[in-house]
């Protein structure tokens, strides 16, 4: 199998942890066919240089596309198509990029090049595994372990979660409860509140794996056969504002995920937790009332969930309004004890936010939909036959959300 390794990123700098997966690579044999970079801020020719020495790299920049953009308007999309599948017009606005964009181009790229497999790594993940009892790291064949199960005739996606510390750290304080039903992440209180016993550590393993199907793909850790884009959607994210801001919303490797089973698409999670350095500076635990950063990370994740949560329900078939004014109820009633415990009256705008994202959410079905549609003239193009088709739940009240 030709396989692609893709990173997206704002820089390309030595603070990535790309050379260390390829560099796992070459100890285990493995051989990465290309190096797809989609970046847009800025890089390091010198470390730029680095990855040319070691594998065959295509770097690509958000909005500055040359040959990527005559490729996929050689596909049968018009000027218009294409910007609205590839650009981000929010880059040069407020400097931010949906995450789909920048995977979605790196998809492409592995397409036109005719890879058959793509890997995606996040910039702060590492090929090795945090076992419990020592904080000690074991290193592992990183591509190795995905393509055991890729090599499966009917597996397409192979993907898992990561060792290390969660994503929200540490806390505590009255209402906890509500809030955390008001952002969709009830289910991460025990963690949280640190009822396990780990401290918001999460550990790997590296025999006895509990391999299973799955519709979570984990975009940090995850590889697709490219063959399955004939049958699934694109990523798909977005932005909203909130207040004076445009903020990212999460969840774009959600979306594909749950398609995938209504499409017959196996996807394994292969209980294979690589190592997650979440708020760099492991193994320092995370202290989120007294470290800014931190506290930053946690405020535009919670809204990022809250921008995806109204379109993830709708696209669900969930009764998503019934959902939205719940949550909207909760997070008014709690968002204040929020912003008590962390200091931080940002918090108090998360009612704000979740109104703006049901206001939103016509806007952002007909985004999707325009991004299947132009990616399925692609998909179509190279693989012919029928291209995916999305499907709803429930239909959108006439006229729209107001």
Not at 27 to 44: A, M, P, W
Not at 142 to 147: D, E, M, P, R
Not at 169 to 185: A, N
Not at 343 to 368: C, H, Q, S
Request: hydrophobic fraction near 35%.
């Amino acid at each position: 199998m030709k396989m692609a390794l893709a990173v997206i990123t704002k820089y390309v700098n030595d603070k990535i942890s790309l050379l260390e997966f390829l560099y796992n690579a070459r100890r285990h044999n493995q051989t990465i066919d290309r190096l797809i970079i989609v970046y847009s801020h800025g890089c390091d020719s010198h470390y730029v240089e680095r990855l040319r020495e070691i594998v065959k790299l295509d770097l690509i920049k958000v909005n500055e596309f040359g040959e990527l953009e005559d490729r996929v308007k050689a596909m049968g999309l018009s000027h218009n198509e294409c910007r609205k599948l590839i650009y981000a017009p929010t880059l040069e606005s407020h400097g931010i990029v949906p995450y789909s964009k920048y995977r979605n181009i790196a998809l492409l790229q592995a397409l036109f090049t005719q890879m058959d497999v793509i890997f995606f790594i996040d910039t702060d993940v590492y090929p090795r595994i945090l076992l419990d009892g020592s904080k000690h790291m074991e290193e592992v064949d990183y591509f190795g372990t995905h393509l055991k199960y890729l090599r499966e005739n009917n597996v397409y996606v192979t993907t898992s979660d990561y060792s290390g510390y969660f994503i929200i750290p540490p806390m505590d304080f009255e209402h906890i409860e509500g809030f955390m039903e008001g952002i969709q992440k009830e289910s991460v209180l025990p963690v949280i509140r640190d009822l396990t016993g780990h401290r918001c550590l999460a550990y790997g393993r590296l025999g006895n794996k509990n391999v299973r199907p799955t519709d979570k793909f984990l975009g940090g850790n995850l590889a697709i056969k490219l063959s399955a884009m004939k049958h699934l959607p694109p990523f798909f994210s977005s932005t909203y504002h909130v207040g004076d801001d445009v903020v990212l919303t999460r969840g774009e490797d959600t979306i594909m995920g749950l398609f995938a089973g209504k499409s017959h698409i196996k996807a394994l999670d292969i209980d294979f937790l690589i190592f997650h350095d979440t708020f760099g500076n492991f193994p320092k635990m995370p202290d989120i009332r007294r470290e800014q950063n931190i506290k930053d990370r946690f405020y535009y994740a919670c809204l990022g969930w809250i921008g995806r949560n109204v379109f993830y329900n709708y696209i669900s078939g969930l009764d998503y309004k019934e959902i939205y004014e719940k949550q909207k109820e909760q997070l008014i009633k709690t968002s204040p004890y929020a912003a008590s415990y962390l200091k931080d009256e940002r918090f108090l705008a998360l009612p704000e936010a979740i109104d703006t994202a049901y206001m939103n959410l016509g806007r952002i079905v007909e985004e999707y939909e325009e991004t299947v549609r132009c990616f399925g003239k692609v998909t179509k193009t190279i693989f012919g036959g029928e291209s995916f088709e999305s499907t709803f739940g429930k239909p959108l009240p006439t006229g729209g959300i107001r």
